[in-house]
Every structure is written in structure tokens, then in C-alpha cells.
């Protein structure tokens, strides 16, 4: 399933989460966390059940944010999601360590997120966890756990190659994080870039407008898949198999670039 756009939605608010499943974005998370004021989180909680159930999601992933482990909110969250047949993943808040008998009490599929410095030190120990589909990360809780500035984190390689890192050892889609700037579409168009050349799949969003931005950024170009055709068709023809590497277009290819290739068109086929 692409994760090209994964949109946040408000979970206590009716009319965006009606807007949002008309919406173009691979998936749609409705937020139980940070989006939902304390005394809105039980009113949210019903909100995102019915009209989980009520509305057309299409083929989009619907997902729910919940509130962390150990929040007085978290259990109820759980129990009133499992309940829900659509919503098809839950997004872990502020991870730390095996998240899988989250998974196994709501049965649902995982999107840990990466917010503190013991998620960070825990990485693969998170992305083993059982039932565990993609990873992704929050700058601005993260650079509070750390005493950092925000701004420092949001694009911060160091912490955006670990995850990237520990999603591909594992199988995983490696998501990348928000960009709060709304006016200023260039620089999302920039930083999504930035993390596809990294290895990210996808970046998650706050506003409809970044949806159409994110989904060109990590769909592979017409330039992309006619290279990952001639790759192919040359390997085949030659037999790379026995041969090893061969030239295409005056450069070496070899079985790195089959299995880029194959990658690239694979990304190209999914709808």
C-alpha cells in the first residue's frame, strides 16, 4: 500500500474529517493525540467511530493516531479502535521499545512514531515489533526530549538516516515527518525531495494542499521508469545473471540497479 501522503485530521472535528475522505491522500490519520484538547479527547473517540463506519474511504488507508502508552486516554483509545473494521492502521505516538501487544490488543497494523531520544535508541527493537508496517518521526517532540530546538530536528539527517536506516532493514515504509510552513509550498516540495533521496516512501502532511505536492515527489518520474525499463530489457537480453555487470547508456549497471529497477516500476504500478 503506498504512503505517499498521509494527511492528519483533527479527530473532534465533523466537517474536515468528511473533507478528508474526498481528499486525494494515500492515507488519512484521524488524530486522537495532539490535535484533540483534553476535555475533547471521549467526544473525539465517538466522532472518529462513526464516521469511520459512515463515510466512503475508497482505497485509502485509514488510520488513527492514538495517544501514548501510558496516557490515562490510551487504553480507551484502543478499545474503542478495535472495534472499527476500516480503520486499518494505528499510528504509536512517542514510541519506545516493542510496541507489538499494542498491535495485538487493538488488532491492527503499527506506524510507530519516532519522538524521543529512548524511541531513537530503540529503533530496531521498535521496528521488530510485530504487526509494525512503516516508521515515522516528530521533530518538535523529539527536540523537547533531546532540549533542542524544533527547528534543528525538523530536517535533521542524522535522525532522518536512522529511520530510514531501520525501515529497510526490516521491509519497512519509512514516512517522513510534517511541514508546518502552509504558505510556503516550495520549501515542502524541497524537503520531501530531500527525504525521497533518503530512502523515505512518503511524508505525512497538515494541509490539503501539500497532498498533491507530496504524492508527485514520491511517485517515481516518467524519466525513472524509462530507466528502469532499459535496465531491465538490457539485463535480460544479456543474461546478467551470468555475466555480472554490463553497460547501459555508456554506464555500469549491475544487480543493484536490477533491483532498483525493479523497485522503481513496482512504485510506478500501484495506484
Not at 502508552?69 to 487504553?75: I, K, L, S, Y
Given at each position: 500500500?503506498?504512503?505517499?501522503?498521509q494527511?492528519?485530521?483533527?479527530?473532534?472535528?465533523?466537517?474536515?474529517?468528511t473533507?478528508?475522505?474526498?481528499?486525494?491522500?494515500?492515507?488519512?490519520?484521524?488524530?486522537?493525540?495532539?490535535?484533540?484538547?483534553?476535555?475533547?479527547?471521549?467526544?473525539?473517540?465517538?466522532?472518529?467511530?462513526?464516521?469511520?463506519?459512515?463515510?466512503?474511504?475508497?482505497?485509502?488507508?485509514?488510520?488513527?493516531?492514538?495517544?501514548?502508552?501510558?496516557?490515562?486516554?490510551?487504553?480507551?483509545?484502543?478499545?474503542?479502535?478495535?472495534?472499527?473494521?476500516?480503520?486499518?492502521?494505528?499510528?504509536?505516538?512517542?514510541?519506545e521499545?516493542?510496541?507489538?501487544?499494542?498491535?495485538?490488543?487493538?488488532?491492527?497494523?503499527?506506524?510507530?512514531?519516532?519522538?524521543?531520544?529512548?524511541?531513537?535508541?530503540?529503533?530496531?527493537?521498535?521496528?521488530?515489533?510485530?504487526?509494525?508496517?512503516?516508521l515515522?518521526?516528530?521533530?518538535?517532540?523529539?527536540?523537547?526530549?533531546?532540549?533542542?530546538?524544533?527547528e534543528?530536528?525538523?530536517?535533521?539527517?542524522?535522525?532522518?538516516?536512522?529511520?530510514?536506516?531501520?525501515?529497510?532493514?526490516?521491509?519497512?515504509?519509512?514516512?517522513?515527518?510534517?511541514?508546518?510552513?502552509?504558505?510556503?509550498?516550495?520549501?515542502?516540495?524541497?524537503?520531501?525531495?530531500?527525504?525521497r533521496?533518503?530512502?523515505?516512501?512518503?511524508?505525512?502532511?497538515?494541509?490539503?494542499?501539500?497532498?498533491?505536492?507530496?504524492?508527485?515527489?514520491?511517485?517515481?518520474?516518467?524519466?525513472?521508469?524509462?530507466?528502469?525499463?532499459?535496465?531491465?530489457?538490457?539485463?535480460?537480453?544479456?543474461?546478467?545473471?551470468?555475466?555480472?555487470a554490463?553497460?547501459v547508456?555508456?554506464?555500469?549497471?549491475?544487480?543493484?540497479?536490477?533491483?532498483?529497477?525493479?523497485?522503481?516500476?513496482?512504485?510506478?504500478?500501484?495506484?
Amino acid at each position: 500500500m503506498p504512503r505517499r501522503s498521509q494527511l492528519y485530521v483533527p479527530g473532534n472535528n465533523e466537517n474536515m474529517i468528511t473533507k478528508a475522505s474526498a481528499l486525494d491522500a494515500d492515507s488519512i490519520i484521524l488524530d486522537l493525540e495532539d490535535a484533540v484538547p483534553a476535555g475533547e479527547k471521549a467526544r473525539a473517540r465517538g466522532i472518529v467511530a462513526r464516521l469511520s463506519k459512515e463515510l466512503d474511504w475508497g482505497k485509502r488507508e485509514l488510520c488513527v493516531r492514538l495517544n501514548a502508552v501510558g496516557t490515562p486516554e490510551h487504553a480507551e483509545d484502543v478499545s474503542s479502535i478495535k472495534r472499527i473494521e476500516r480503520v486499518d492502521t494505528i499510528l504509536v505516538p512517542k514510541a519506545e521499545g516493542d510496541c507489538s501487544q499494542v498491535g495485538k490488543r487493538s488488532g491492527k497494523k503499527l506506524l510507530p512514531i519516532v519522538e524521543t531520544a529512548k524511541g531513537l535508541m530503540k529503533l530496531d527493537e521498535l521496528a521488530r515489533s510485530k504487526g509494525v508496517v512503516a516508521l515515522t518521526y516528530g521533530a518538535g517532540d523529539y527536540a523537547s526530549s533531546v532540549g533542542g530546538s524544533v527547528e534543528a530536528y525538523l530536517n535533521n539527517q542524522t535522525v532522518k538516516t536512522f529511520i530510514v536506516a531501520a525501515a529497510g532493514a526490516y521491509g519497512l515504509e519509512a514516512v517522513d515527518n510534517v511541514y508546518f510552513d502552509l504558505e510556503n509550498l516550495e520549501g515542502f516540495r524541497a524537503e520531501a525531495a530531500a527525504a525521497r533521496s533518503l530512502g523515505f516512501t512518503g511524508k505525512q502532511v497538515v494541509h490539503p494542499s501539500q497532498i498533491p505536492i507530496a504524492n508527485r515527489v514520491f511517485s517515481p518520474t516518467e524519466a525513472e521508469v524509462a530507466w528502469a525499463q532499459k535496465v531491465l530489457r538490457a539485463l535480460e537480453v544479456a543474461g546478467a545473471d551470468k555475466r555480472g555487470a554490463i553497460r547501459v547508456d555508456g554506464k555500469l549497471v549491475d544487480a543493484v540497479h536490477h533491483r532498483l529497477a525493479k523497485g522503481i516500476l513496482e512504485r510506478s504500478a500501484r495506484p
